[in-house]
């Protein structure tokens, strides 16, 4: 860089990039602002004193008026951020909240030299009728596992059955004296029912996104089957070919259990019989693919079509041939390429733009079936460039090409390979490695 960035220019940035601060004295800030974060305020406060004197002294009033300004602004935090008592020990301090389901949340507040940093709240699923000693030991040794400070106090709520094994454990990874305690009275109790309170405060927010996001998820889909008559749309089957002016086509296969995208059951289809721009042949094609390969032991409640009516039929001939019924529905867009109606089995156009919610369903499964497709086709089409550059090379055809670009992942990885490297890929004896090592290598 010619400058340094806006940063420098606001003085929240001392610039090293531009070598204006050695690397001694921004790691001594770095090591400042974390011991600052971590609730070490009083040093910070007592160096910006001596700074302020300093500037004074020099008559440099405004800057000092700056850092006395600062200064009251660390005051204020401290006085903020105090819980009560006056012990100036390190300590965290864990609540935990359940519902009668298999969930629980965590909830950590970080306490050092007697100020309240910072909190966390952590998620625990399966714990079932687990009773709390068991979960909070388990969390415990998690969490500390991995934590890089420990405090010299933790404050739980219960009892714990391994309490002086885990002791010991912590103590011997703090390099000091640690203690488990659960209090009775006084700050440490108080400060431990807020953050029960906090636990308990995250977990209904939680539930009720949770169902916020069940009504726009299922509820959507069961909208959807109830808006074309169908008992579920649990599971959809959402197919679209992807191609370039007819040629270099595939497909997708996307699917959405209860409302949500299920990515692990997407598909992708290389087309074998088809060559040229026909799409309903191609969906043909692998429509029966899908439904006659016995990889796919499950059947959808509902096949998504991207399309209108001839795509809808072209699926129903298909099942009809395989004697299978199944439901199909057509996804169809305006002139402007924004979806505006389903077509049923019976080739009935129903609109859907009335309907919030099946609409921005149906917009986001068309949507993701298009993008699934594309970048399938894009990816080949790349696959495609790659091992036409390597065709090039003498001996090298398409099979041997691919086996090349699955053994360096790339044509400039082949390109800067050695011949021994080159004999190593399968195909490739050891003239044809030093073949290929000389196209690459020879002058231009």
């Given at each position: 860089?010619e ?33 600052f ?6 040093h ?25 300004d ?11 951020q ?10 965290d301090?864990i ?32 714990v ?14 998690q ?7 420990l ?27 640690v ?6 009275k ?24 949770l ?12 909208e ?27 497909a ?10 299920k ?30 390969d016995?990889?796919?032991?499950i059947?959808?409640?509902i ?16 099942l ?21 109606a ?31 497709a ?35 992942k ?6 800067e ?7 190593n ?20």
């Amino acid at each position: 860089l010619e400058r340094p960035c806006l940063y420098h220019q606001i003085k929240q940035c001392d610039a090293p990039c531009q070598g204006y601060i050695s690397k001694e004295d921004y790691n001594n800030n770095i090591q400042q602002a974390i011991s600052f974060l971590n609730g070490n305020h009083g040093h910070v406060v007592k160096d910006l004193e001596k700074r302020m004197r300093e500037l004074a002294d020099e008559m440099e009033f405004e800057q000092a008026s700056e850092i006395r300004d600062l200064i009251k602004s660390i005051q204020h935090i401290e006085t903020t951020q105090r819980v009560g008592d006056t012990s100036s020990d390190d300590r965290d301090v864990i609540a935990m909240a359940t519902d009668l389901g298999n969930e629980c949340v965590i909830s950590i507040f970080f306490v050092r030299s007697g100020k309240m940093i910072g909190r966390e709240h952590y998620h625990m699923s399966g714990v079932n009728a687990e009773k709390y000693s068991t979960i909070m030991e388990s969390f415990l040794k998690q969490y500390y596992a991995s934590t890089p400070y420990l405090p010299k106090e933790i404050i739980i709520e219960q009892q714990i059955d391994d309490y002086a094994l885990i002791e010991e454990y912590l103590s011997a990874r703090r390099g000091s004296q640690v203690h488990i305690v659960i209090p009775q009275k006084g700050d440490k109790q108080k400060l431990l029912k807020l953050a029960k309170d906090n636990a308990f405060l995250v977990m209904n927010q939680d539930a009720d996104k949770l169902k916020r996001e069940k009504e726009r998820t299922e509820g959507a889909a069961k909208e959807l089957a109830q808006l074309i008559g169908v008992p579920s749309a649990k599971r959809l089957e959402a197919f679209d070919i992807s191609h370039i002016s007819g040629y270099h086509s595939v497909a997708s296969m996307v699917v959405f259990e209860n409302g949500r995208a299920k990515k692990n059951d997407y598909r992708k289809f290389k087309l074998r019989t088809i060559d040229g721009p026909d799409d309903y042949a191609s969906m043909r094609e692998v429509l029966t693919r899908r439904f006659t390969d016995e990889k796919f032991n499950i059947y959808p409640d509902i096949l998504m079509m991207d399309g209108g009516r001839g795509q809808v039929n072209i699926a129903l001939e298909v099942l009809g041939d395989l004697g299978l019924n199944i439901p199909v529905c057509g996804m169809v867009k305006d002139d402007h390429h924004r979806t505006r109606a389903i077509v049923d089995s019976d080739g009935r156009e129903i609109a859907i733009n009335m309907n919030r919610g099946t609409f921005t369903f149906i917009t986001a499964i068309q949507d993701e079936t298009h993008r699934f497709a594309n970048a399938y086709r894009k990816q080949q089409m790349k696959q495609k460039s790659y091992s036409s550059t390597l065709t090039e090379v003498p001996g090298v055809g398409p099979k041997t090409a691919k086996a090349l670009l699955a053994q360096f992942k790339s044509v400039g990885a082949v390109k800067e390979a050695t011949p021994d490297q080159l004999e190593n890929t399968p195909g490739v004896g050891k003239q044809l490695a030093q073949t290929i090592y000389e196209y690459f290598h020879r002058e231009a």
